[in-house]
């Protein structure tokens, strides 16, 4: 039984082998040294070891620790210090939520003599986990990227005035799971100098004076651009991205399709080795391009995940979020006389009062009002300690 079992499994990934990507043609991943493991997750592995040992006799010679640089139709790539290698799950992590993976994560694996593929037997803990809400309530969470340090928005400017609620639902999901929330604007060659100043200006009203922020150009002098909106608090150009990256950051890009991820990461990388998309006549906006949730390893910098464009971005469940990134305004809620206060109209509100008295602007607050009120509408219930 256990040879037809292992026939199976051989014969299994000699077909999905054959359709997934060389591995020797994934040459933008990280190396094992440039991926850093935290104490608690080494000790986790040790832990994983010993109870292997015990419950299936495995030697810790067998086990090694790696993490997941690349996921290709639900099979991981991982980096080891031995190189990288394609994996599938151990028997026992195929039942339940416990096969689902994400780009980032630190795993125990196994290389069996009798198996083509390394075997995951353990996914090991979580530093953090950029996550969203899948669907209309609470529930089932789908993981964006696992154990990194800063988020991305990214946002391509054009010749309106951008929104900057979208880069603030992004910064809210982004404070939630873990990370630090840091903002590219790209393509600012679209935008008239005076557009560029004022979304700017806007973001920095919106988030705060201590979020960092880079601009970009797809085409053109971004020196030029620069000096054309005069003394901007923000990083310019790829140098200014790669300052938001430095060597051992791991960071994921979010933004819509169409932002210019790729273009950026190939600007990045100083080649094209990333597949980019035509723009659209009708509304000047990038293609989606990107498929596969990957790292990059960026020159003389960090590592970037390369995450799909995502048409949505549910707030549910990201009420702490919220708070974080507007924590005055949330302080504020707690002083109003009715718990559910929605900030709008009823008598003894602390926030219209704490507005009135000039505590924050109203871009600020009206962008905290909508995403509450969003989360108000489709959480089922909230944490008994959060007000919004």
């Not at 010679?61 to 099979?75: I, K, N, Q, S, T």
């Not at 430095?246 to 790729?262: D, F, Q, V, W, Y």
């Not at 509304?283 to 989606?288: I, Q, S, V």
């Amino acid at each position: 039984m256990a040879k037809r079992s292992a026939k199976r499994r051989n014969s299994r990934a000699d077909r999905v082998d054959q359709a997934l990507p060389a591995l020797s043609s994934l040459t933008e991943l990280p190396a094992f040294d440039e991926l850093r493991a935290t104490d608690e997750q080494q000790k986790a592995f040790e832990a994983v070891c010993t109870r292997l040992a015990v419950q299936e006799a495995l030697s810790a010679d067998e086990l090694m620790m790696g993490c997941v640089v690349r996921l290709d139709r639900g099979f991981p790539a991982v980096m080891t210090a031995l190189g990288v290698m394609r994996a599938e799950f151990a028997t026992q992590l195929t039942k339940g939520d416990f096969s689902r993976v994400a780009v980032g994560d630190w795993v125990c694996l196994r290389v069996p003599d009798s198996h083509e593929m390394a075997l995951i037997q353990a996914i090991l803990p979580r530093e953090s986990d950029i996550a969203r809400w899948k669907g209309g309530a609470r529930g089932e969470r789908q993981t964006l990227a696992a154990n990194v340090d800063v988020v991305l928005v990214i946002q391509a400017l054009g010749v309106e005035p951008i929104s900057c609620e979208r880069i603030a639902r992004s910064a809210v999901v982004a404070r939630d799971c873990g990370a630090q929330v840091s903002v590219v604007l790209t393509k600012a060659d679209r935008a008239s100098a005076q557009v560029l100043s004022q979304d700017v200006r806007m973001v920095r009203e919106v988030l705060g004076p201590d979020v960092p922020l880079a601009v970009t150009a797809s085409q053109g002098d971004e020196r030029a651009l620069a000096e054309a909106v005069g003394e901007l608090e923000a990083l310019w150009g790829n140098d200014g991205v790669r300052a938001l990256v430095p060597k051992g950051t791991t960071a994921i890009m979010l933004g819509e399709s169409g932002a210019g991820k790729s273009t950026l990461l190939n600007a990045l990388l100083g080649h094209e080795a990333l597949e980019t998309g035509a723009v659209r006549g009708r509304d000047d906006a990038g293609r989606h391009t990107t498929v596969t949730r990957r790292m990059v390893s960026l020159p003389d910098a960090g590592i970037i995940v390369d995450e799909p464009g995502l048409r949505s971005l549910p707030m549910v469940g990201h009420e702490r979020g919220l708070a974080q990134v507007f924590p005055e305004i949330s302080d504020a809620a707690r002083g109003c006389r009715f718990r559910d206060c929605t900030h709008t109209h009823e008598p003894g509100c602390e926030v219209q009062a704490q507005f009135d008295a000039g505590a924050f602007s109203k871009v600020r607050l009206d962008t905290y009002l909508a995403l509450a009120h969003e989360m108000r509408e489709s959480a089922t219930t909230l944490d008994p300690d959060v007000v919004i």
